[in-house]
């Protein structure tokens, strides 16, 4: 049998655990408190694990990365769901005359744009300072009207926007045409040599030609000269016969 200190210390103990949970869920939120009851019923009663847990959360970030878009169409305004009424809250927020680029893989050709929000037009992010989102120039300014080709909720599309970039910037947003311009010109230029080096080689061929024509005609005339040496002796020997018989 249990002595009186024994029982004494365990009603204490168990006295002081309960305190500790109270203070500890008086300081908890709702939420977070809600979560705790849970918790507790399922590690009490044995059952299984409640699924809520196990379930993905969709945030009001996650609606709008799924709703949003660019340019929203009349049928995009005229659904009635939650979800559409957020992004369409959101989006009639941001001003849309000029655009913030993202140029981290011009280079690629790939070319990111978005509306400006509050905080960017006061701070003139975009207008009176360069709108690549990495570039904070204030000089050399100009706008530029981009045809801007983005795949959106399955479907290509394009848009004709507005942006202010600095000369290094524009530079960027035709990056990728200028090498294939350039890579083309090279294509050309190379054709052009190899088709004048051909040229040159066939005239190379006929000047060969003439050359051993030519070299054919001197041999000729040498032939030719050996023969009238051969007759000059053939009439010495003649005369000298003559003479001899002149005088006996």
Known sequence: MASFGSLKQAIFDKQARTQQYQDHIRGLNAYDRHKRFLNDYVGYYGGEKSSRDVLPVKTDQDTLREG?????????????????????????????????????????????????????????????ACGNK???????????????????AGENKQALVKLVACERCAEKLYYKKQKEKEQLKRKEDEKQRRKRDRS????????????????????????SASDLKLDDDDDDDNFDEYLQGMFP
């Open 68 to 128: 949003y878009r660019f340019i929203r169409s009349e049928e995009d305004d005229m659904n009635p769901s939650w979800e559409q009424r957020l992004v369409k809250r959101y989006y009639d927020k941001l001003f849309k005359e000029y655009c913030i680029a993202d140029m981290s893989h011009y280079k690629t050709g790939k070319i990111g744009l978005r509306w400006r929000t509050e905080k960017e037009v006061i701070s003139g992010k975009g207008q009176f």
């Open 134 to 152: 990495h570039c904070n120039e204030v000089e050399g300014l100009a706008s530029y009207e981009v045809n801007f080709s983005y795949f959106e």
């Open 200 to 223: 040159e080689s066939d005239d190379d061929t006929i000047i060969d030609y003439g050359g051993s024509k030519e070299r054919r005609k001197g041999k000729k005339g040498s032939a």
